[in-house]
């Protein structure tokens, strides 16, 4: 029988007399119960904050993915979507919001301002120019604002990554000679 | 802050409400003096989410400039493009064809329906339900749908350019705004029946954030806000532009001053914004949709005001010309600004947990306050 699940427990059962035996690594059991219920922080500036609610509501629904318990403080928070700008005057707020999320944390950078001040880039006195000057963002993405369907995939990939334990790609020794030669 | 605190009577409390709080619709920042649980001054700090889009504009071409108003009121998006197009147009003295001009009616009241819905869903979820808020965004999906198979974008459009809309409309729009007039109307009744008509709701509601008619005067009040207190203030009606003039609308009025009133004036707005879509869906005259311009606008040297009714009230565009290809400056009158200054007037005396119905009823947007 094929796992038609694209992100199955990890971890192997070895049948056994009464039940069976769970193999797997500690890092990967936790990655994978982390990855799947991460609880993002009302955290939103300006425009894309509409479209972050669009994604939490009925037609996108990132409860699908274990996103849904959207949290009003940050102690609460696991992963904080920077959804608008941040200006000069934000930039401190958004600093100790992100201190105050408890360990593991993670960031998205929701749209072209987050990411690079976007179309505030020039001639402008007060905007940051992106959110990675204030906190480490793990996640980008693009548009202005972008679709819903974009923040999913960039919460999947977000999941991706806490599944491999915070690495963008999981470091495994390949065992070539293992590997079928044909 | 210090000196605040040293200066308020004995037993009294400061607390801070923001920047980052799920009422403030954003990130404003309320400095609240309580005693025991009654209010007794609010005062709104500003600027977190100042992106100086005034002084941006004043380097950018007319054409350039609309695109950050849409960034502004990103809720009324069309309507803040409509104002700044109106403004240019002043200037350029040309003629916009009638298509063009019922084309912006139409996407401006569609605007101002997906406007009222999120602040419906928003209102109620800031009192305490969460249900209505998945029912707004199940009609406002619709809504975009069809904003964005004719101006390609969901939220912030920049489909209005000076001289008429940038595109053509799709060979859908008329249908689908048909489908969603008929399926919007089976909604009104089941929006009354969940929100208006709840008894916690109306408790809640009902004779909290009194503002009388000269007090809405007197502090700028518009839009829905000033008309709940009765003050007279719809543009559309009062200084009609574009085919406005030639529109049946009854200007929404209601005595009652309080948050309840807010409500109902803008539930009867999405009624009304209907009725102004239902008559002009089947009329859309054929023809350009978009006047000639030169490739390069300059406005004349001189000063140019136009005004256009937003979801949320008067929203006015300044321009100072001085013949240039860029403007040399740029003043926005937003509506939400006026209607936040009214906030200490109406919170004083109510309790700490009527402020967040205050606010809703408010319909602030932020970036649209600080621009």
């Not at chain 1, 001639?123 to 959110?131: D, E, H, L």
């Not at chain 2, 109902?264 to 978009?290: A, C, W, Y």
């Not at chain 2, 509506?335 to 200490?344: K, Q, T, V």
């Not at chain 2, 004083?348 to 319909?363: E, N, P």
């Amino acid at each position: 029988m094929t796992n038609k699940n694209p992100d199955p427990f990890p971890g192997q059962v070895h049948d056994s007399p009464g039940g069976g035996i769970l193999v797997s690594t500690l890092d990967d059991v936790i990655g994978w119960a982390r990855s799947n219920s991460l609880w993002p922080l009302v955290f939103g500036t300006s425009c894309c904050a509409i479209e972050m609610m669009s994604t939490a509501s009925a037609k996108y629904d990132w409860s699908r993915f274990g996103f849904e318990v959207a949290r009003a403080t940050p102690r609460q928070a696991d992963v904080i979507i920077i959804a608008g700008t941040i200006v000069n005057k934000m930039a401190p707020v958004l600093k100790r919001l992100y201190d105050q999320m408890a360990d593991p944390k993670y960031v998205i950078a929701m749209g072209a301002c987050a990411t690079s001040g976007g179309p505030f880039f020039y001639n402008t006195y007060s905007v940051v120019k992106g959110a990675d000057h204030v906190i480490p963002v793990d996640v980008y993405v693009a548009g202005c604002p972008p679709r819903p369907e974009a923040l999913l995939h960039a919460l999947l990939t977000l999941q991706k990554k806490v599944r491999q334990g915070g690495k963008r790609e999981k470091i495994t020794i390949d065992k070539f000679w293992e590997q079928p030669t044909s | 802050m210090l000196e605040e605190i040293g200066k308020t009577e004995e037993g009294d409390l400061i607390i801070n409400i923001g920047p980052q709080h799920p009422s403030t619709h954003g990130v404003l920042h309320l400095v609240i003096t309580l005693n025991g649980e009654t209010v007794k001054k609010v005062e709104p700090h500003l600027g977190y989410i100042h992106r100086s889009i005034e002084k941006m504009s004043e380097s950018l071409s007319y054409r350039q400039f609309i695109y950050a108003t849409s960034r502004m009121d990103y809720l009324s998006s069309h309507i803040n493009n409509h104002g700044c197009a109106l403004c240019v147009e002043q200037g350029l003295e040309v003629e916009i064809p009638e298509r063009a001009q019922v084309i912006r009616v139409l996407m401006g009241e569609l605007t101002r329906i997906a406007s009222h819905v999120l602040w419906w869903g928003a209102l109620a979820m800031d009192v305490g339900a969460i249900t209505p808020f998945f029912h707004a965004f199940r009609e406002r999906e619709l809504l975009n749908d069809l904003m964005e198979e004719t101006c390609g974008a969901r939220l912030t459009m920049n489909y209005m350019v000076p001289g008429g809309v940038m595109f053509d409309l799709h060979p859908n729009f008329q249908r689908r705004v048909h489908e969603f007039i008929s399926m919007f109307k089976s909604k009104i009744g089941e929006y009354d029946e969940l929100v208006t008509n709840n008894a916690i709701f109306i408790n809640r509601m009902k004779g909290v954030g009194y503002i009388s008619r000269e007090d809405a005067i007197s502090y700028g009040c518009s839009g829905p806000v000033a008309r709940a207190s009765g003050v007279s203030c719809d543009i559309r009606k009062l200084y009609p532009y574009d085919i406005y003039g030639k529109v049946q609308l009854e200007e929404v009025l209601d005595d009652g001053g309080d948050c309840y009133a807010r409500y109902i004036v803008r539930m009867k707005e999405m009624q009304q914004s209907l009725s102004v879509i239902e008559q002009l869906i089947d009329n859309i005259p054929s023809g350009d949709h978009m006047a000639k311009t030169k490739a390069v606008l300059k406005l004349p040297k001189g000063e140019y005001y136009s005004r256009v009714e937003t979801a949320r009230g008067e929203f006015g565009v300044y321009i100072v010309s001085e013949g240039k290809m860029t403007p040399y400056r740029i003043k926005y009158r937003s509506p939400g600004f006026s209607n936040l200054s009214a906030i200490d007037h109406m919170a004083r005396g109510q309790k700490i947990g009527d402020l967040v119905a205050i606010m809703g009823s408010l319909d602030l947007v932020i970036p649209d306050i600080d621009r």
